[in-house]
């Protein structure tokens, strides 16, 4: 499973760097996009994935429990989600201002000659 | 107590926004929370004498479970460094920047700045630096945006896509970390690295932390961003990230090369220096080979950081007393020198050098307030400058670093060179009168924030003597991590 995990963050992460060497810039905030989600995928597998033990142990039980799940990746991930959040909205509407402005989605655009 | 640099600005962040409408409040009370930040930071440096270090958990929770903030002597003298350029610039903000953007919230965009720069000095936990910065940085994104002119857009994409990646980075080395090692407190990790040999996953998170914050300070490779667009907002704005934003980044790799790359330094300490070489000549030729003040200026703040990393990569007691004076010099001196380069613009219309002169002639004044603050930069005593690269240079020689230390002394001609560039230039050359040239007149307070900033760059050179002490201090405790740990968890043996 874990295996499996890593694949997939790992084909995040490589769809995000295309993305991002794209020179639209609808793409470019893709990329941002698909950076965040696989960080964020990772950062939840941080903890460790398991898929029978608990998230809380009850303090009666003794020993019979030996593992709890780690439930601070899960509190980790709800921040930098929100924060991600946030910052994807601050980025479309920039790119639609930017659209608005210039008139192009061509990153290659970006770079204003030298005014002498 | 040690929460006060943050509730302040947080608190007048709500309290802007109910006045909203009034932009004389807003004026007046981001002053007064400014001056209260600077008395919470004054407050928190006297604690500190006697102490060593403070430390306050959030919520009692203890040391590993908690998040707490701890004040060292480099916390607590870069909070009063930002403190006091926060209180220059809000005033020139006042007279420099025009009311459309200062009633769309720009004063409020610096307290959210203030209140990631202060959270990040303070913090003792690495997820929550996370938080600290993304505050500061986007504070910084709508600053740099804010008035919407087609050259900000443009820059801002960049600075944006850049700063995110960092960001990104910065998250997945905490994943790594935490996948390792099982805390995030880092007094806690500080301690477990040291108890055994690192897990291998370690190194590369802190690899990916070197280069999330090499992003963010704008070092080597990364720097590109920085020049492209510090010079796009009002120069008002430049002036204050340049003294906040790739400072903060500096500091941090100086906390974390304290923690944990200390353990292997026959790997990180070429790196260092591999890295703040190049970034110290990349800067300056970039620098000499420009034609605006705004750009001459941005490149110079990367060539500076590479002596700020130098000192980092020095790692002895006058070493890094040097890096943390040449942090808050770098702070002060070139808040001034964007400064007074705001006042050139709003007498004669333009940055460009090509079209200025004859300033020395018809503003003397402004002449000399820019001078002290590029004489720093440039490194002339009695300027805080030359008692920075004064450290630095005694430190490498010291320590045998001699290819490290002699990019440095030729870097700092270069620097010379261009700030006599700005000198010749704009204030010595014979004017061309052309059209687009007005002399406006000037609202007092941005002669005021000037003043300020300059006199701060003036009284730190001829204090040395007295300050040195608190520089050296802060140095001998990231000289030794233990009484950072020992400090956090008192348990610990």
Redesign the interface.
């Known amino acids: 499973m874990s295996l499996l995990m890593a694949i997939l963050i790992g084909f995040l992460y490589a769809v995000s760097i295309y993305l991002l060497l794209r020179r639209s810039i609808v793409k470019l905030v893709l990329g941002i996009l698909f950076l965040s989600y696989a960080t964020n995928l990772m950062l939840f597998f941080a903890g460790g994935l398991t898929e029978t033990s608990p998230a809380f142990a009850d303090p009666n039980a003794g020993a019979e429990i030996i593992q709890t799940s780690d439930p601070l990746p899960q509190a980790l991930i709800l921040t930098a989600l929100v924060i991600g959040f946030g910052v994807a909205a601050f980025s479309m509407v920039l790119i639609y201002r930017f659209y608005k402005e210039t008139g192009t989605v061509d990153l290659d655009e970006l770079s204003e000659p030298e005014k002498s | 107590m040690l929460f006060l640099p943050v509730l302040i600005p947080l608190i007048s962040i709500v309290l802007l926004i109910g006045f909203r409408h009034s932009l004389k409040y807003q004026q007046g009370l981001s002053i007064v929370s400014v001056f209260a930040q600077l008395f919470a930071a004054v407050s928190i440096l006297l604690k500190l004498s006697g102490n060593g270090h403070l430390v306050a958990q959030a919520g009692g929770w203890p040391a590993p479970f908690g998040i707490g903030f701890v004040a060292d002597y480099t916390s607590g003298l870069l909070l009063l460094a930002v403190s006091l350029v926060a209180i220059g610039s809000v005033i020139y903000s006042i007279g420099f920047v025009d009311f459309d953007r200062q009633k769309n919230g720009l004063f409020l965009l610096y307290q959210g700045l203030l209140a990631g720069v202060n959270g990040a000095l303070l913090t003792g936990d690495i997820?929550n630096l996370?938080?600290w910065f993304?505050v500061m940085v986007?504070s910084s994104?709508?600053l740099i945006?804010l008035g919407?002119e087609?050259?900000q857009?443009?820059a801002?994409?960049?600075y944006?896509?850049m700063n995110?990646?960092g960001?990104?980075l910065f998250?997945?080395a905490?994943?790594?970390l935490?996948?390792q090692m099982?805390t995030l407190n880092m007094a806690d990790l500080a301690y477990k690295v040291r108890l055994q040999p690192a897990p291998p996953l370690v190194n590369s998170a802190i690899m990916l932390f070197f280069i999330a914050f090499g992003i963010k300070a704008a070092v080597f490779p990364f720097f590109f961003w920085l020049p492209a667009s510090y010079p796009t907002p009002p120069i008002a704005v430049t002036a204050f990230f340049g003294a906040t934003l790739t400072k903060v980044g500096v500091y941090v790799m100086l906390r974390f090369y304290s923690m944990f790359a200390q353990l292997d330094v026959a790997f990180w300490q070429p790196v260092i220096f591999v890295v703040a070489g190049l970034t110290m000549v990349f800067g300056v030729l970039m620098a000499a080979s420009s034609y605006d003040i705004r750009k001459i200026l941005s490149f110079h703040i990367v060539s500076q950081i590479g002596y700020m990393l130098m000192g980092i990569g020095l790692f002895s007691v006058v070493g890094l007393a040097g890096a943390i004076l040449f942090i808050v010099h770098n702070m002060f001196s070139k808040t001034a020198t964007f400064m007074a380069g705001g006042l050139i613009y709003l007498y004669k219309g333009s940055y460009d050098l090509k079209k200025l002169g004859w300033i020395y002639k018809t503003k003397p004044l402004l002449a000399f307030l820019f001078l002290i603050p590029a004489l720093s930069l440039a490194g002339i005593p009695p300027t805080p400058g030359f008692f920075g690269k004064f450290l630095l240079l005694y430190a490498g020689f010291d320590g045998a670093h001699w290819s490290i230390t002699i990019v440095a002394l030729v870097v700092s001609i270069l620097t010379l060179f261009s700030m006599v560039k700005i000198w010749n230039e704009a204030m010595w050359k014979p004017e061309k009168i052309t059209a687009d040239l007005v002399a406006k007149k000037v609202h007092p307070a941005a002669w005021m924030g000037t003043f300020i900033v300059v006199l701060l760059t003036l009284f730190l050179g001829l204090t040395i003597g007295y300050t040195y002490d608190y520089f050296a201090e802060a140095a001998r405790q990231l000289l030794d991590p233990m009484s950072y740990i020992k400090a956090v968890l008192p348990e610990t043996p």
């Open positions: 997820f996370y938080v993304e986007i994104f709508v945006t919407s087609k050259l857009l443009r801002s994409v960049k944006l896509v995110l990646i960001s990104m998250v997945a905490i994943g790594l935490y996948s099982g």
